[in-house]
């Protein structure tokens, strides 16, 4: 099941498999390694849901929710 990001629950990791976005928030995205193929893992979330915390490439990254909406990723099965 494939879903952006933001959406992702607390613990859920998976596979990205596209960066949307204009402009400046895709070159960004991509400059930070989300790019697809790499694997996400879903850290923490702040209490309103903004921003949220991920583990990519062995390091953690804290992304916007509007960051987060433009990447959508497949979702690894336990």
Known sequence: MEKSLDT???GESGI???VSGEGKIKRRLFDM???PG???YMRKKAPLGDPIEITIRNYELT???AEAAC???E???V
Do not use: D, N, W
């Open 71 to 73: 990447v959508v990723a």
């Open 33 to 35: 390694g989300i790019t």
């Open 75 to 77: 979702v690894k099965k």
């Open 63 to 65: 992304l916007r929710k």
């Open 8 to 10: 992702f629950s607390l």
């Open 38 to 40: 790499a694997e996400v």
């Open 16 to 18: 990205i498999k596209a």
